[in-house]
Protein backbone atom coordinates (compact mmCIF):
# COMPACT_ATOMS: atom_id res chain seq x y z
CA UNK A 1 0.00 0.00 0.00
CA UNK A 2 1.13 3.66 -0.88
CA UNK A 3 -0.48 6.39 1.16
CA UNK A 4 -0.11 10.23 1.19
CA UNK A 5 1.81 11.86 4.37
CA UNK A 6 2.27 15.25 3.53
CA UNK A 7 1.84 17.78 0.87
CA UNK A 8 4.55 20.49 0.79
CA UNK A 9 3.27 23.80 -0.52
CA UNK A 10 6.36 26.36 0.16
CA UNK A 11 7.32 26.78 -3.12
CA UNK A 12 5.81 29.80 -5.37
CA UNK A 13 6.45 28.41 -9.02
CA UNK A 14 6.57 24.85 -10.81
CA UNK A 15 8.48 22.10 -8.60
CA UNK A 16 11.34 21.04 -11.04
CA UNK A 17 13.22 18.72 -9.08
CA UNK A 18 13.13 17.13 -5.53
CA UNK A 19 15.35 14.44 -4.47
CA UNK A 20 16.58 12.77 -1.07
CA UNK A 21 19.66 12.22 1.30
CA UNK A 22 19.25 9.72 4.11
CA UNK A 23 17.95 12.53 6.35
CA UNK A 24 16.92 15.24 3.89
CA UNK A 25 14.34 16.11 1.04
CA UNK A 26 15.37 18.83 -1.09
CA UNK A 27 13.21 20.51 -3.86
CA UNK A 28 13.64 23.33 -6.51
CA UNK A 29 11.84 25.28 -8.42
CA UNK A 30 10.96 27.84 -11.33
CA UNK A 31 10.80 30.10 -8.76
CA UNK A 32 14.63 30.02 -8.40
CA UNK A 33 14.98 28.72 -5.15
CA UNK A 34 15.60 25.31 -3.65
CA UNK A 35 13.74 24.30 -0.19
CA UNK A 36 15.30 21.79 2.19
CA UNK A 37 13.64 19.90 4.38
CA UNK A 38 13.85 17.09 7.41
CA UNK A 39 12.75 13.61 6.45
CA UNK A 40 11.60 12.88 10.04
CA UNK A 41 8.84 15.64 9.87
CA UNK A 42 9.18 17.53 6.74
CA UNK A 43 9.76 21.06 8.93
CA UNK A 44 12.14 23.22 6.74
CA UNK A 45 15.30 24.07 7.49
CA UNK A 46 16.06 26.90 9.41
CA UNK A 47 18.72 27.68 6.45
CA UNK A 48 15.88 26.96 3.85
CA UNK A 49 15.12 28.30 1.08
CA UNK A 50 18.06 28.43 -0.83
CA UNK A 51 18.61 31.85 -2.80
CA UNK A 52 22.02 32.15 -4.87
CA UNK A 53 20.65 31.41 -8.28
CA UNK A 54 19.45 34.02 -10.91
CA UNK A 55 16.85 32.22 -12.77
CA UNK A 56 14.66 29.10 -12.40
CA UNK A 57 16.38 25.87 -10.99
CA UNK A 58 15.69 22.74 -13.43
CA UNK A 59 17.49 19.62 -10.99
CA UNK A 60 19.17 19.20 -7.64
CA UNK A 61 20.94 16.36 -6.10
CA UNK A 62 22.64 15.43 -2.97
CA UNK A 63 26.28 14.04 -2.78
CA UNK A 64 26.26 10.64 -1.53
CA UNK A 65 27.31 11.10 1.95
CA UNK A 66 24.58 13.58 2.08
CA UNK A 67 27.34 16.38 2.91
CA UNK A 68 26.36 18.52 0.18
CA UNK A 69 24.00 19.60 -2.58
CA UNK A 70 24.35 20.50 -6.39
CA UNK A 71 21.86 22.47 -8.28
CA UNK A 72 21.84 23.77 -11.84
CA UNK A 73 19.97 26.58 -13.38
CA UNK A 74 19.18 28.82 -15.85
CA UNK A 75 21.76 31.20 -15.20
CA UNK A 76 24.67 28.56 -16.55
CA UNK A 77 25.83 27.51 -13.13
CA UNK A 78 26.15 24.58 -11.11
CA UNK A 79 26.18 25.57 -7.52
CA UNK A 80 27.25 23.19 -4.57
CA UNK A 81 25.72 23.98 -0.96
CA UNK A 82 27.20 22.72 2.06
CA UNK A 83 24.18 21.22 4.24
CA UNK A 84 25.55 21.83 7.65
CA UNK A 85 25.02 25.72 7.12
CA UNK A 86 23.21 26.10 3.97
CA UNK A 87 26.11 28.27 2.75
CA UNK A 88 27.77 28.23 -0.79
CA UNK A 89 30.37 26.23 -1.30
CA UNK A 90 31.12 26.44 -4.68
CA UNK A 91 29.40 28.05 -8.15
CA UNK A 92 30.49 25.88 -11.02
CA UNK A 93 30.32 28.02 -14.53
CA UNK A 94 28.95 25.90 -17.23
CA UNK A 95 31.64 26.41 -19.66
CA UNK A 96 30.20 28.69 -22.57
CA UNK A 97 27.33 30.00 -20.11
CA UNK A 98 24.49 28.01 -21.48
CA UNK A 99 21.35 27.45 -19.08
CA UNK A 100 22.46 23.84 -17.22
CA UNK A 101 19.30 21.93 -17.40
CA UNK A 102 20.48 18.66 -15.45
CA UNK A 103 23.37 17.46 -12.75
CA UNK A 104 24.67 14.12 -11.07
CA UNK A 105 26.60 12.95 -8.51
CA UNK A 106 28.60 9.60 -9.31
CA UNK A 107 27.97 7.39 -6.06
CA UNK A 108 31.53 7.54 -4.74
CA UNK A 109 31.46 11.19 -4.92
CA UNK A 110 34.57 11.67 -7.04
CA UNK A 111 32.36 13.25 -10.03
CA UNK A 112 30.09 16.15 -10.59
CA UNK A 113 28.50 15.84 -14.04
CA UNK A 114 26.40 18.71 -15.48
CA UNK A 115 24.57 18.93 -18.85
CA UNK A 116 23.42 22.51 -20.89
CA UNK A 117 21.02 23.24 -23.22
CA UNK A 118 23.68 23.67 -26.30
CA UNK A 119 24.25 19.77 -25.79
CA UNK A 120 27.63 20.33 -23.82
CA UNK A 121 28.67 18.14 -20.98
CA UNK A 122 31.05 19.47 -18.14
CA UNK A 123 32.75 16.51 -15.99
CA UNK A 124 33.87 17.88 -13.01
CA UNK A 125 36.14 16.73 -10.56
CA UNK A 126 33.77 17.56 -7.55
CA UNK A 127 36.91 16.83 -4.09
CA UNK A 128 38.74 19.62 -6.08
CA UNK A 129 35.79 21.71 -7.61
CA UNK A 130 37.48 21.47 -11.00
CA UNK A 131 36.39 21.01 -14.45
CA UNK A 132 37.94 18.21 -16.05
CA UNK A 133 36.52 17.26 -19.20
CA UNK A 134 33.97 18.38 -21.88
CA UNK A 135 31.88 16.36 -24.09
CA UNK A 136 28.94 17.28 -26.19
CA UNK A 137 25.83 16.25 -28.46
CA UNK A 138 25.17 18.82 -31.48
CA UNK A 139 21.87 20.31 -31.86
CA UNK A 140 19.95 19.06 -28.98
CA UNK A 141 19.56 19.93 -24.90
CA UNK A 142 21.23 18.12 -22.24
CA UNK A 143 17.85 16.94 -20.21
CA UNK A 144 18.57 13.60 -18.07
CA UNK A 145 22.03 12.20 -16.92
CA UNK A 146 22.88 9.36 -14.04
CA UNK A 147 26.23 7.11 -13.23
CA UNK A 148 26.53 3.31 -12.75
CA UNK A 149 26.70 2.15 -9.20
CA UNK A 150 30.61 1.83 -9.86
CA UNK A 151 30.82 5.24 -10.62
CA UNK A 152 32.82 4.23 -14.24
CA UNK A 153 30.31 5.32 -16.24
CA UNK A 154 27.04 7.59 -17.09
CA UNK A 155 24.23 7.75 -19.18
CA UNK A 156 22.72 10.86 -20.61
CA UNK A 157 19.48 11.43 -22.46
CA UNK A 158 18.51 14.60 -24.86
CA UNK A 159 15.15 16.09 -26.51
CA UNK A 160 16.86 14.78 -29.50
CA UNK A 161 15.79 11.42 -28.33
CA UNK A 162 18.73 9.65 -27.42
CA UNK A 163 20.32 7.81 -24.62
CA UNK A 164 24.42 7.68 -24.57
CA UNK A 165 26.83 5.94 -22.66
CA UNK A 166 30.22 7.64 -21.97
CA UNK A 167 33.38 6.70 -19.61
CA UNK A 168 34.89 9.08 -17.38
CA UNK A 169 37.36 10.14 -20.28
CA UNK A 170 33.96 11.20 -22.14
CA UNK A 171 34.39 8.74 -25.06
CA UNK A 172 30.88 7.39 -25.99
CA UNK A 173 30.32 3.66 -25.70
CA UNK A 174 27.47 3.62 -26.79
CA UNK A 175 24.58 5.44 -28.99
CA UNK A 176 21.04 4.79 -28.79
CA UNK A 177 20.00 7.45 -30.72
CA UNK A 178 15.88 6.63 -31.36
CA UNK A 179 15.29 5.32 -27.85
CA UNK A 180 12.28 7.58 -27.26
CA UNK A 181 10.33 9.49 -30.02
CA UNK A 182 10.39 13.33 -29.49
CA UNK A 183 12.76 13.11 -26.79
CA UNK A 184 14.11 12.15 -23.30
CA UNK A 185 13.05 13.76 -20.53
CA UNK A 186 14.51 11.65 -17.66
CA UNK A 187 16.71 8.23 -17.22
CA UNK A 188 18.48 6.38 -13.74
CA UNK A 189 20.59 3.57 -13.55
CA UNK A 190 19.39 0.86 -10.83
CA UNK A 191 21.69 0.40 -8.05
CA UNK A 192 22.35 -3.05 -8.26
CA UNK A 193 25.43 -4.65 -10.65
CA UNK A 194 24.90 -7.94 -12.50
CA UNK A 195 28.01 -10.19 -13.22
CA UNK A 196 28.18 -13.08 -15.59
CA UNK A 197 31.66 -14.43 -15.87
CA UNK A 198 33.57 -11.39 -17.54
CA UNK A 199 30.23 -9.24 -18.28
CA UNK A 200 29.00 -6.81 -16.47
CA UNK A 201 25.52 -5.61 -16.38
CA UNK A 202 23.54 -2.48 -15.41
CA UNK A 203 19.98 -1.65 -15.18
CA UNK A 204 18.55 1.62 -16.83
CA UNK A 205 15.22 3.45 -16.95
CA UNK A 206 14.42 5.96 -18.91
CA UNK A 207 10.89 7.59 -20.22
CA UNK A 208 10.33 10.31 -22.79
CA UNK A 209 8.17 12.39 -24.70
CA UNK A 210 6.57 9.21 -26.03
CA UNK A 211 4.62 8.36 -22.60
CA UNK A 212 6.46 5.22 -22.36
CA UNK A 213 8.82 4.04 -19.41
CA UNK A 214 11.59 2.12 -20.78
CA UNK A 215 14.39 -0.79 -19.04
CA UNK A 216 17.59 -0.99 -20.56
CA UNK A 217 20.27 -3.36 -19.54
CA UNK A 218 23.45 -1.84 -20.12
CA UNK A 219 26.37 -5.02 -20.74
CA UNK A 220 30.32 -3.75 -20.55
CA UNK A 221 33.09 -6.41 -21.12
CA UNK A 222 36.40 -5.96 -21.01
CA UNK A 223 36.65 -4.87 -24.97
CA UNK A 224 35.63 -1.31 -25.87
CA UNK A 225 32.21 -0.46 -26.30
CA UNK A 226 28.82 -1.46 -24.34
CA UNK A 227 25.40 -3.45 -25.49
CA UNK A 228 22.44 -1.99 -24.67
CA UNK A 229 19.48 -3.50 -25.15
CA UNK A 230 15.95 -2.86 -24.52
CA UNK A 231 13.98 -5.75 -21.70
CA UNK A 232 10.76 -3.78 -20.85
CA UNK A 233 8.66 -1.02 -21.93
CA UNK A 234 6.29 0.37 -19.53
CA UNK A 235 2.97 1.95 -20.86
CA UNK A 236 1.18 2.63 -17.39
CA UNK A 237 0.42 6.50 -17.78
CA UNK A 238 -1.04 8.04 -21.59
CA UNK A 239 1.01 11.01 -21.78
CA UNK A 240 4.64 12.50 -21.57
CA UNK A 241 6.50 10.84 -18.67
CA UNK A 242 8.63 13.51 -16.81
CA UNK A 243 10.80 11.45 -14.60
CA UNK A 244 11.65 8.24 -13.10
CA UNK A 245 13.63 6.73 -10.10
CA UNK A 246 14.68 3.55 -8.91
CA UNK A 247 14.34 2.31 -5.30
CA UNK A 248 17.70 1.84 -3.22
CA UNK A 249 17.65 -1.97 -3.56
CA UNK A 250 16.42 -1.58 -6.86
CA UNK A 251 13.23 -4.04 -6.79
CA UNK A 252 10.93 -1.21 -7.40
CA UNK A 253 10.66 2.19 -9.95
CA UNK A 254 8.51 5.03 -9.76
CA UNK A 255 7.56 7.70 -12.52
CA UNK A 256 5.52 10.74 -12.93
CA UNK A 257 3.90 12.40 -16.17
CA UNK A 258 2.54 14.86 -17.33
CA UNK A 259 -1.48 12.82 -17.06
CA UNK A 260 -1.20 13.88 -13.46
CA UNK A 261 -0.29 10.67 -12.48
CA UNK A 262 2.84 8.75 -10.25
CA UNK A 263 2.97 5.48 -11.37
CA UNK A 264 4.87 2.65 -8.87
CA UNK A 265 6.18 -0.55 -10.94
CA UNK A 266 7.83 -3.82 -9.82
CA UNK A 267 10.70 -3.04 -11.57
CA UNK A 268 12.30 -6.46 -12.09
CA UNK A 269 9.64 -7.61 -14.46
CA UNK A 270 7.63 -4.38 -15.18
CA UNK A 271 4.76 -4.93 -13.37
CA UNK A 272 2.38 -1.65 -12.38
CA UNK A 273 1.38 -1.97 -9.33
CA UNK A 274 0.10 1.80 -7.99
CA UNK A 275 -1.28 4.82 -9.82
CA UNK A 276 -1.27 7.83 -7.63
CA UNK A 277 -3.67 10.75 -8.46
CA UNK A 278 -3.48 13.07 -5.54
CA UNK A 279 -1.96 15.87 -7.53
CA UNK A 280 -5.10 15.61 -9.03
CA UNK A 281 -7.11 16.92 -6.34
CA UNK A 282 -4.67 20.49 -5.64
CA UNK A 283 -6.91 23.46 -5.73
CA UNK A 284 -4.79 26.16 -7.49
CA UNK A 285 -5.20 29.13 -5.57
CA UNK A 286 -5.59 31.34 -8.94
CA UNK A 287 -8.38 29.19 -9.54
CA UNK A 288 -9.70 29.94 -6.30
CA UNK A 289 -9.25 33.56 -6.74
CA UNK A 290 -10.58 34.08 -9.84
CA UNK A 291 -14.15 31.93 -8.61
CA UNK A 292 -14.93 34.68 -6.63
CA UNK A 293 -15.11 36.94 -9.37
CA UNK A 294 -16.36 35.20 -12.47
CA UNK A 295 -19.33 33.66 -13.71
CA UNK A 296 -20.50 29.66 -13.62
CA UNK A 297 -19.11 29.09 -17.34
CA UNK A 298 -15.86 31.09 -17.16
CA UNK A 299 -15.22 29.27 -13.71
CA UNK A 300 -16.18 25.68 -16.08
CA UNK A 301 -13.81 27.47 -18.96
CA UNK A 302 -10.69 28.49 -16.08
CA UNK A 303 -11.25 25.07 -14.95
CA UNK A 304 -10.40 23.27 -18.04
CA UNK A 305 -7.17 25.33 -19.17
CA UNK A 306 -5.80 24.76 -15.96
CA UNK A 307 -6.46 21.61 -15.51
CA UNK A 308 -4.27 21.07 -18.90
CA UNK A 309 -1.37 23.67 -18.41
CA UNK A 310 -1.04 22.85 -14.59
CA UNK A 311 -0.58 19.96 -12.10
CA UNK A 312 1.88 17.55 -14.36
CA UNK A 313 4.44 15.46 -11.95
CA UNK A 314 7.37 16.54 -12.83
CA UNK A 315 9.83 15.17 -10.61
CA UNK A 316 9.89 11.68 -8.34
CA UNK A 317 12.48 9.98 -5.92
CA UNK A 318 12.94 7.63 -3.36
CA UNK A 319 14.67 7.96 0.05
CA UNK A 320 17.67 5.99 0.41
CA UNK A 321 16.73 5.04 3.78
CA UNK A 322 13.16 4.87 4.35
CA UNK A 323 10.18 3.60 2.44
CA UNK A 324 9.73 7.31 1.56
CA UNK A 325 8.65 9.00 -2.17
CA UNK A 326 8.61 12.05 -3.12
CA UNK A 327 6.98 13.78 -6.22
CA UNK A 328 6.98 17.66 -7.38
CA UNK A 329 4.33 18.72 -9.67
CA UNK A 330 3.59 22.05 -11.80
CA UNK A 331 0.86 22.39 -9.11
CA UNK A 332 3.76 23.96 -6.86
CA UNK A 333 3.55 21.14 -4.51
CA UNK A 334 5.65 18.17 -3.05
CA UNK A 335 3.74 14.94 -2.40
CA UNK A 336 5.40 12.63 0.12
CA UNK A 337 4.25 8.63 0.04
CA UNK A 338 4.82 6.02 2.20
CA UNK A 339 5.24 2.69 0.69
CA UNK A 340 3.86 0.31 3.41
CA UNK A 341 4.73 -2.58 1.46
CA UNK A 342 7.78 -2.47 -0.22
CA UNK A 343 9.15 -4.25 -2.50
CA UNK A 344 8.20 -8.23 -1.46
CA UNK A 345 5.20 -10.18 -1.28
CA UNK A 346 1.72 -9.28 -2.66
CA UNK A 347 0.73 -5.83 -3.70
CA UNK A 348 -2.85 -4.42 -5.36
CA UNK A 349 -2.12 -3.62 -9.00
CA UNK A 350 -4.44 -1.18 -10.96
CA UNK A 351 -7.65 -3.09 -11.09
CA UNK A 352 -7.40 -4.83 -7.99
CA UNK A 353 -6.12 -7.95 -8.66
CA UNK A 354 -3.09 -9.64 -6.53
CA UNK A 355 0.29 -9.40 -8.33
CA UNK A 356 3.34 -11.68 -7.34
CA UNK A 357 6.35 -10.00 -6.89
CA UNK A 358 8.81 -11.78 -9.37
CA UNK A 359 12.85 -11.53 -9.75
CA UNK A 360 14.97 -12.41 -13.14
CA UNK A 361 16.96 -15.05 -12.44
CA UNK A 362 20.00 -13.55 -12.36
CA UNK A 363 19.38 -11.55 -9.43
CA UNK A 364 17.64 -14.97 -8.05
CA UNK A 365 19.43 -17.36 -5.56
CA UNK A 366 16.95 -20.28 -6.79
CA UNK A 367 18.86 -23.02 -8.29
CA UNK A 368 18.75 -23.33 -12.27
CA UNK A 369 16.25 -26.56 -12.12
CA UNK A 370 13.37 -24.72 -10.29
CA UNK A 371 13.44 -21.46 -12.92
CA UNK A 372 9.79 -21.53 -14.83
CA UNK A 373 10.22 -20.66 -18.44
CA UNK A 374 9.40 -17.36 -18.01
CA UNK A 375 12.57 -17.52 -15.59
CA UNK A 376 14.87 -19.34 -19.00
CA UNK A 377 13.34 -16.45 -21.10
CA UNK A 378 14.78 -13.54 -19.22
CA UNK A 379 17.82 -15.59 -18.39
CA UNK A 380 18.23 -15.35 -22.50
CA UNK A 381 17.62 -11.84 -22.68
CA UNK A 382 20.17 -11.15 -20.19
CA UNK A 383 22.91 -13.50 -22.13
CA UNK A 384 22.04 -11.82 -25.77
CA UNK A 385 20.24 -14.43 -27.02
CA UNK A 386 16.38 -12.79 -27.47
CA UNK A 387 16.23 -14.87 -30.87
CA UNK A 388 15.75 -17.99 -29.07
CA UNK A 389 13.30 -16.78 -26.72
CA UNK A 390 10.10 -17.89 -29.26
CA UNK A 391 11.83 -21.26 -29.70
CA UNK A 392 12.36 -22.39 -25.96
CA UNK A 393 9.35 -21.15 -25.28
CA UNK A 394 7.09 -22.98 -27.94
CA UNK A 395 9.24 -26.04 -26.45
CA UNK A 396 8.15 -25.43 -22.80
CA UNK A 397 12.12 -25.07 -21.87
CA UNK A 398 11.96 -24.52 -18.19
CA UNK A 399 15.07 -24.64 -15.98
CA UNK A 400 15.44 -28.43 -15.59
CA UNK A 401 15.02 -28.84 -19.44
CA UNK A 402 17.69 -26.19 -20.05
CA UNK A 403 20.10 -28.26 -18.00
CA UNK A 404 19.12 -31.56 -19.72
CA UNK A 405 20.38 -29.60 -23.36
CA UNK A 406 22.79 -30.97 -25.50
CA UNK A 407 24.60 -30.05 -28.93
CA UNK A 408 22.29 -32.77 -30.42
CA UNK A 409 18.80 -31.96 -28.65
CA UNK A 410 19.22 -28.04 -29.79
CA UNK A 411 20.05 -29.26 -33.40
CA UNK A 412 17.03 -32.01 -33.74
CA UNK A 413 14.60 -30.86 -31.43
CA UNK A 414 14.81 -27.40 -30.76
CA UNK A 415 16.19 -26.78 -34.75
CA UNK A 416 19.17 -24.38 -34.15
CA UNK A 417 20.63 -24.59 -37.50
CA UNK A 418 24.09 -22.35 -36.58
CA UNK A 419 26.74 -24.47 -34.95
CA UNK A 420 27.87 -20.95 -33.57
CA UNK A 421 25.15 -20.03 -31.89
CA UNK A 422 24.52 -23.95 -30.28
CA UNK A 423 27.98 -23.26 -29.11
CA UNK A 424 27.11 -20.29 -27.37
CA UNK A 425 23.66 -21.96 -26.03
CA UNK A 426 26.01 -25.06 -24.62
CA UNK A 427 28.92 -22.40 -23.02
CA UNK A 428 26.25 -20.45 -21.31
CA UNK A 429 24.69 -23.61 -19.95
CA UNK A 430 27.87 -24.95 -18.65
CA UNK A 431 28.05 -21.30 -16.95
CA UNK A 432 24.79 -22.13 -14.90
CA UNK A 433 26.20 -25.51 -13.90
CA UNK A 434 29.24 -23.99 -12.14
CA UNK A 435 27.95 -21.12 -10.76
CA UNK A 436 27.29 -22.01 -6.80
CA UNK A 437 24.07 -22.99 -5.57
CA UNK A 438 22.85 -21.14 -2.40
CA UNK A 439 20.28 -21.95 -0.39
CA UNK A 440 17.51 -19.80 -1.53
CA UNK A 441 18.42 -16.52 -0.13
CA UNK A 442 18.39 -13.53 -2.69
CA UNK A 443 21.82 -12.18 -3.46
CA UNK A 444 20.89 -8.42 -2.77
CA UNK A 445 20.93 -9.70 1.10
CA UNK A 446 24.19 -11.15 1.58
CA UNK A 447 27.15 -9.05 2.39
CA UNK A 448 29.44 -8.88 -0.50
CA UNK A 449 32.66 -9.23 2.20
CA UNK A 450 31.40 -12.35 5.00
CA UNK A 451 28.55 -13.45 2.28
CA UNK A 452 26.21 -14.29 4.70
CA UNK A 453 22.99 -12.38 5.75
CA UNK A 454 23.23 -8.41 6.73
CA UNK A 455 21.64 -7.94 10.32
CA UNK A 456 22.68 -4.07 9.71
CA UNK A 457 23.24 -3.04 5.76
CA UNK A 458 24.91 0.04 5.17
CA UNK A 459 25.59 1.72 1.91
CA UNK A 460 28.75 2.71 1.16
CA UNK A 461 30.21 5.61 -0.79
CA UNK A 462 31.00 3.30 -3.63
CA UNK A 463 27.11 2.84 -3.49
CA UNK A 464 26.94 -1.05 -2.53
CA UNK A 465 25.47 -2.03 0.47
CA UNK A 466 27.65 -4.15 3.42
CA UNK A 467 27.14 -5.43 6.97
CA UNK A 468 28.43 -2.37 8.94
CA UNK A 469 30.52 -4.28 11.08
CA UNK A 470 32.14 -5.83 8.04
CA UNK A 471 32.61 -2.60 6.18
CA UNK A 472 33.95 -1.16 8.85
CA UNK A 473 36.87 -3.51 9.78
CA UNK A 474 37.45 -3.38 6.03
CA UNK A 475 38.09 0.29 6.11
CA UNK A 476 40.24 -0.12 9.19
CA UNK A 477 42.57 -2.47 7.60
CA UNK A 478 42.29 -1.95 3.91
CA UNK A 479 43.27 1.65 3.44
CA UNK A 480 39.88 2.56 2.58
CA UNK A 481 39.69 0.98 -0.37
CA UNK A 482 36.47 -0.61 -1.98
CA UNK A 483 35.63 -4.14 -1.56
CA UNK A 484 33.73 -4.31 -5.02
CA UNK A 485 35.97 -1.89 -7.12
CA UNK A 486 39.57 -1.28 -5.14
CA UNK A 487 39.03 2.70 -5.85
CA UNK A 488 39.51 4.56 -2.79
CA UNK A 489 36.62 5.63 -0.66
CA UNK A 490 35.88 9.28 -0.86
CA UNK A 491 34.49 9.17 2.61
CA UNK A 492 33.84 6.37 5.20
CA UNK A 493 30.56 7.74 6.48
CA UNK A 494 28.48 4.81 5.96
CA UNK A 495 24.58 5.40 5.32
CA UNK A 496 21.96 2.79 6.69
CA UNK A 497 19.82 1.06 4.40
CA UNK A 498 16.68 0.55 6.20
CA UNK A 499 14.95 -0.34 2.79
CA UNK A 500 17.13 -3.43 2.56
CA UNK A 501 17.07 -4.06 6.34
CA UNK A 502 13.41 -4.01 6.10
CA UNK A 503 13.44 -6.32 2.99
CA UNK A 504 15.64 -8.71 4.73
CA UNK A 505 13.43 -8.73 8.03
CA UNK A 506 10.47 -9.74 5.93
CA UNK A 507 11.99 -12.21 4.04
CA UNK A 508 13.36 -13.55 7.25
CA UNK A 509 10.32 -13.92 8.77
CA UNK A 510 8.57 -15.71 5.68
CA UNK A 511 11.08 -18.66 5.81
Known sequence: MVSLICTLQSHRDDVNWCTFSSSLLATCSADKTIRVYSTQDFTELPFSPLSGHGYGVHCCCFSPCGQYLASCSTDATTVVWAMDTGEIEAVLEHPGRSPVRVCAFSPDSSWLVSGASDGTLALWDFPS???????????????????????????????????????????????????????????????????????????????????????????????????????????????????????????????????????????????????????????????????????????????????????????????????????????????????????????????????????????????????????????????????????????????????????????????????????KVLRKIEELKMAPVSNGIPDEFLCPITHEIMKDPVIAADGYSYEREAIESWINTKSRSSPMTNLTLQTTLLTPNRTLKMAICRWTSSQ
Open 129 to 423: RTLCRMGAVPDTTMVACSFTPCSQLFATGSTYGDLRIWDLNMNQLHAEKYAHDLGVTCCQFSPQIMKYGHVVQFRLASCGQDSLLKIWIISRTSSPGCKMQLVHTLSGQCATVLSCAYSTDGQLLVSGSMDKTVAVYEANNGILLYTLNQHERYTCPLFLFASSLLSDNAITSLSSFLSLCCRYVTSCAFSPTAPLIASGSMDKTVNVWRVEDGSSGHASGPKGKSLPSKKWPGHSRLTVSEWSEDDVSSWLLEEGLESLVDTFKANNIDGAELLSLSKESLSSDLHIESLGLRS
